[in-house]
């Protein structure tokens, strides 16, 4: 059982679209990571948010965390090629050492 | 980009020989980490260091066991490898342990067992 479930797990669209993926959890975290990674490389860190209700914009790039500290959304306005990557929420565990990853979106912008 | 290299990049071997895999790190970061990222399941941890010669188990730790002899360096050995350990294997350093705060990733070691 995944401990952050993401959505949705590819999605392929035309450049200039806008989408949203989500990252859903049961749990309740302290903060949460959003992830980007491109074939052939390591994960690179967009963003962190700490705060219920927190929105943090990085350029088309719109992150939320949800009120409840237990879910967040990714929103790409005017998607673009560059923006084709995997998309990856982390958190650390609240009760132990261990940090997790959800099982990503694999975003493909068409030109 | 964080100094952050691991080597080899791409190995291929077969089952029950042992392998080990490198990560050097020039930032001087305190937490060292070693996931392994295969589809569906996406990264998982395997182990993670929190000092020269203190390290602990990830979730997904059988099977492995790590080094950290330096500050700079953090070594996964498979001690009896199979099949099911082929992946694709990151290693990743942070300064802190707090919530939040930013692992850097290596380029990866893709491994494979036949």
């Known amino acids: 059982t995944q401990l952050l479930e993401q959505s949705p797990q590819f999605l392929s669209i035309q450049e200039g679209e806008n989408l949203t993926v989500y990252c859903n959890s049961s749990s309740v975290f302290s903060s949460l990571q959003w992830y980007r990674q491109e074939p052939g490389e390591g994960p690179v860190l967009l963003v962190t948010v700490v705060t219920g209700g927190e929105v943090k914009k990085l350029k088309r790039l719109t992150f939320q965390f949800g009120d409840a500290r237990k879910d967040s959304s990714l929103h790409i306005t005017a998607a673009q090629p560059g923006d084709t990557g995997l998309y990856l929420c982390a958190v650390r565990s609240n009760t132990g050492n261990q940090f997790y990853f959800g099982t990503g979106t694999s975003l493909t912008v068409i030109p | ?114």
């Open chain 2, 1 to 114: 980009d964080a100094g952050i290299t691991q080597s080899p990049r791409h190995k291929v071997t077969e089952t029950g020989t042992p392998v080990t895999l490198r990560c050097h790190q020039t930032e001087n970061h305190r937490y060292m980490y070693w996931y392994r990222q295969d589809p569906g399941h996406g990264l998982r941890l395997i182990h993670y260091s929190y000092g020269v010669k203190d390290t602990d188990k990830g979730e997904v730790s059988d099977g492995y066991s790590v080094s950290r002899s330096k500050t700079e360096d953090f070594l996964l050995t498979l001690e009896s490898a199979t099949s099911s350990q082929t992946s694709v294997y990151f290693c990743a350093i942070s300064e802190s342990w707090v919530a939040g705060n930013e692992q850097f990733f290596g380029p990866g070691t893709r491994l494979t067992v036949l």
